[in-house]
Every structure is written in C-alpha cells, then in structure tokens.
Antibody, heavy 122, light 108 residues
Framework: QVQLVQSGAEVKKPGASVKVSCKAS????????MHWVRQAPGQGLEWMGW????????NYEQNFQGRVTMTRDMSITTAYMELSRLRSDDTAVYYC???????????????WGQGTLVTVSS | EIVLTQSPGTLSLSPGERATLSCRAS???????LAWYQQKPGQAPRLLIY???SRATGIPDSFSGSGSGTDFTLTISRLEPEDFAVYYC?????????FGPGTKVDIK
C-alpha cells in the first residue's frame, strides 16, 4: 500500500533552515510527481511547489522562490523540502502529497504524508 | 493566480441532513481540474472528488461533485457523524495551484 512517511517535528530559530523528509513506499517513486503544501495553525492550505522524482526538476510557488529547495534521493525513495531564512510566520504543518496519476505534473493529490510541524520561535 | 472562494464559511447541520458546499473561482478552471478534500483535526487532507465530479477510490456515493467553469459544488446527500469536518476545494489546472479557504461542517 502507498505510504508517505514524514520526518518528525522541528523547532527552529528565526533565520535558520529546516529540511523535512518524505519517505515514499508502496509504489514506483520515480513515476509520480510530489508536491509540498503547508498549513499554518488554524489556517488553510498553501501550495509550495513540486518536484519530479525522476528528473529532479522542480517548480516553486513565487512566494517561496529563493527560500525553498526541493530535492530527492531515488536510492531511498525519499523527497525533501528545505526552507531557509525561517520567519515566525513559517510556523506550520508541512505536507508532502503525491499526484494521483503517473507522469503527470498536475492532478489531484491522492496520498498525503502525515505532516511535519515546524515551529519557528526565538 | 486563480482565487477560490468557498461558501458558507461554516455550515451547521444535523446528522442525516444534506450539505451543499460552494466553491467559486476568480477565472475559469481549465478542464474542470477541480478537487475537493476533507480534513479532520490533526489529520492530513483526504481526496474526495477530482475532475469536479469523479469520486476518489473508496469514497462513498453520498459524496458528489458538480460544476464547471467558475462554479463548483460538493454535495453530501446524508451527513454521517464522521462527515463533520473541514472541506477544501483546490484547482490544479494552472500555476500556482490554489486552495479555497475551506468550509467547516459542524454539528448543529
């Protein structure tokens, strides 16, 4: 069965960086685009960007350009999202989410990780 | 950027009642690339509907989606206790992908 298992909660100081991992299993990792979405406490969902696990190609939402880096390690079927120069308003739960159709960059997100809470506080 | 507006913000209903949720887009959503998700407290979102009207795997037929262009609707024909949650619409036809602010369905 498809599973996306994310790394544990993080507490960071303003200005630091955080790297969240998303371990995929139960399907062909390189065949499905992975997106990242975040949710601030009590707020809605905010799309951050995607990575093509096959090629490593990425596309980031403009608001995160220059601060976010999405990578993957095919050998361990894991995707990563690193956010730098953290601010207090980056406090949120970060989710990885798989596009439901193979080889398509766009599509509904059929599987989600359990979420990783990143708290930014001095 | 396509802005999605959901209404109402909160829907207070009793089990067994029908729920009708609206999602309106600021411009036409291409190819009806519109999805609905359900989210319960402390959980990740769960895909319910994609392509505006297709149910995801394992979703009961009490959930249905309709609409095209800029106006979309999620209908829950008969609310079960487990259906009380927050519902988000999302468009995935153009970048950036955007979500609506959500509709909370709570128990009256």
């Amino acid at each position: 069965q498809v599973q996306l298992v994310q790394s544990g909660a993080e507490v960071k100081k303003p200005g630091a960086s955080v790297k969240v991992s998303c371990k995929a299993s139960g399907y062909t990792f390189t065949g499905y685009y992975m997106h990242w979405v975040r949710q601030a406490p009590g707020q809605g969902l905010e799309w951050m960007g995607w990575i093509n696990p096959n090629s490593g190609g990425t596309n980031y939402e403009q608001n995160f350009q220059g601060r976010v880096t999405m990578t993957r390690d095919m050998s361990i079927t894991t995707a990563y999202m690193e956010l730098s120069r953290l601010r207090s308003d980056d406090t949120a739960v970060y989710y990885c989410a798989r596009v439901g159709s193979p080889w398509l960059v766009d599509g509904p997100f059929d599987y989600w990780g359990q979420g990783t809470l990143v708290t930014v506080s001095s | 950027e396509i802005v999605l507006t959901q209404s109402p913000g909160t829907l207070s209903l009793s089990p067994g009642e029908r729920a009708t949720l609206s999602c309106r887009a600021s411009q036409s959503v291409s190819s009806s690339y519109l999805a609905w998700y359900q989210q319960k407290p402390g959980q990740a979102p769960r895909l319910l509907i994609y392509g505006a009207s297709s149910r995801a795997t394992g979703i009961p037929d009490s959930f249905s989606g309709s609409g095209s262009g800029t106006d979309f609707t999620l209908t829950i024909s008969r609310l079960e206790p487990e259906d009380f949650a927050v519902y988000y619409c999302q468009q995935y036809g153009s970048s950036p992908r955007t979500f609506g602010p959500g509709t909370k369905v709570d128990i009256k």
